[in-house]
Nanobody, 130 residues
Framework: QVQAVESGGGSVQAGGSLTLSCAAS???????VGWFRQAPGKEREGVAA????????YYVDSVKGRFNISQDDAKNTVYLQMNNLKPEDTATYYC????????????????????????WGQGTQVTVSS
């Protein structure tokens, strides 16, 4: 059974940086770990994903060039480094795991829909002030 635990959220000013961590227990070598976020009053949306078997990544357009997803297999942790943060990045950030074959291709085709992702954590709050 997979389970993700997020950490690293906080409050920053616009233009600042934060790095979120996702400790994903029970994940396999060929899984995808995805980061998602939910702003108040909005639906949860995909942010970025990494295929842990080879490191292939996917980013939604709104974070390309600003966010970087990476993995540390020794620590079984996936990171989301967020730079040049904007007020619209304010949200609760979640990570989850997909064991679906071809998960990174599915991420590209679906703009990282959350279908197939499991082991959701409690989330970590990111607040960006202008």
């Amino acid at each position: 059974q997979v389970q993700a635990v997020e950490s690293g959220g906080g409050s920053v000013q616009a233009g600042g940086s934060l790095t979120l961590s996702c400790a994903a227990s029970g994940r396999g070598y060929n899984d995808c770990v995805g980061w998602f976020r939910q702003a108040p009053g909005k639906e949860r949306e995909g942010v970025a994903a990494v295929y842990t078997g080879g490191g292939t990544t996917y980013y939604v357009d709104s974070v390309k060039g600003r966010f970087n997803i990476s993995q540390d297999d020794a620590k079984n942790t996936v990171y989301l480094q967020m730079n040049n943060l904007k007020p619209e990045d304010t949200a609760t950030y979640y990570c989850a795991i997909s064991r679906r074959v071809g998960c990174i291709v599915v991420a590209r085709m679906s703009e990282l829909a959350e279908d197939g992702y499991t082991g959701w954590g409690q989330g970590t709050q990111v607040t960006v002030s202008s």
